[in-house]
């Protein structure tokens, strides 16, 4: 049997992912209109033998744009749209994966799955979608009247899933023989028609476009509640996740692991990925110093506009940065594995708002490490071999550098442990994070004769 190794993603968020990473001199200030800052970065990660590279993305721009004070200082609030960026970045590399964000509750499924296909086959099998539902009510930039409500949004993903895998197997792998002799270009005997009506879509098909090159671009995933964890087990062959703590990594790891096999799916089906937020320093105490420069960067407003994001509808208007955060609400129609792994903190370490705000203003949740390059790749093994982890996406606080940092100093620690890959196995996504090619027909729910109207113009 083969040894399981180490997956790493790298998670790029155009200056990084510290709130205030913008402000630091190191920082990229304008990357995210920079195409040259994100050559650099794809260039970097595959010098690391990364997997893959991830941009966060958003359908519809920031709901906050009224607060002026702080939306004056948000370095994130605008830059490109994925599959346009990776479509350019595949051109500059060979080997590394590219993970775009497109949404379910948004977008169309024809539209998601021509883009992706054509993602597949210009960079040579290297595209991987993040199936989002969109937690930020963004409806207003999309002619709708409301934003869906959560368990709404993922029925609606579940049936969208299945009308893109199913849009892909439009044609067999070699439907296109492209025959001179005979003049046959497409053998109908391969095409298939999908005709799928459901309760959110009514889509014929077929797709304009050859299946990809990996069969489905690789389905990645990131939500983390109960509807979310059984749309992963499902359907995603990689998850995105957030966890502050060994134990509840565990504990998710397990859990979707375990919903597996009832889809007739094994474990190695899925890689679990949380993210990982590492300050590195030549000593503890000099990688400390470099989090504490961080956190000063951060405005008092910007302080508060964090806190009020997790605590909607409650009034913090009396509350200073150092009183005990109270709790965080029960419900929201946003994102409901955010606000638990929140709401878990705050019951299980008791901190003032100022810690929390400062917990939350470097990776959102996800899990953050400050020390050297031994240190940060001692946590890393741990989750990995203590069953919480398939490999991490690794959030750079600052970029360029902080991805420089990583790839030279923890990636090499890694491999000499044995735990991650000197070269990669395989030309595609799928090949180096060992994951099965569909087979031809595998998202098809029919196989129904051309109809007339398919061989029309």
Known sequence: MTERKLRLGAFLQATGHHVSAWLHPDAQADAGHNLDHYKALARTAE????????????????????????????????????????????????????????????????????????????????????????????????????????????????????????????????????????????????????????????????LNIARPPQGYPVIVQAGASEPGRELAARTAEVIFTANLVLGDAQEFYADVKGRLAKYGRRAEDLLVMPGVFAVLGGTEAEARSRYEELQALVHPAVAWSILRRHYQGIDLSGYSLDDIAPPLPRDTNGSKSRLKLVSDLVERERPTLRQLYREVSTARGHLTTVGTPEQVADVIQTWFKQGAADGFNVMPPILPSGLIEFVDEVVPILQRRGLFREEYEGRTLRENLGLARPTSGAGLRNRDAVPEAATGA
């Open 47 to 206: 010098r690391g033998k990364f997997d893959l590279v991830f941009v966060a993305d958003s359908p519809g721009g920031y709901a906050d744009f009224t607060d002026a004070e702080t939306f004056q200082q948000n370095a994130k609030a605008a830059h490109f749209e994925p599959v346009t960026l990776w479509a350019a970045l595949a051109q500059v590399t060979e080997r590394i994966g590219f993970v775009a964000t497109s949404t379910t509750t948004y977008e169309d499924p024809y539209t998601t799955a021509r883009k992706f296909a054509s993602l597949d086959w210009v960079s040579g099998g290297r595209a991987a979608w993040n199936v989002v539902t969109t937690g930020a009510d963004v409806s207003a930039n999309f002619s709708r009247t409301e934003h869906l409500e959560h368990s709404k949004r993922y029925e609606r993903a579940e049936e969208y899933i299945d009308v893109v895998k199913g849009l892909w197997d439009s044609y067999d792998d070699d439907a296109f023989v492209r025959d001179r002799a005979s003049g046959v270009y497409l053998d109908l005997d391969r095409f298939h028609v999908l005709n799928h009506v459901g309760p959110h879509f009514q889509v014929r098909g077929p």
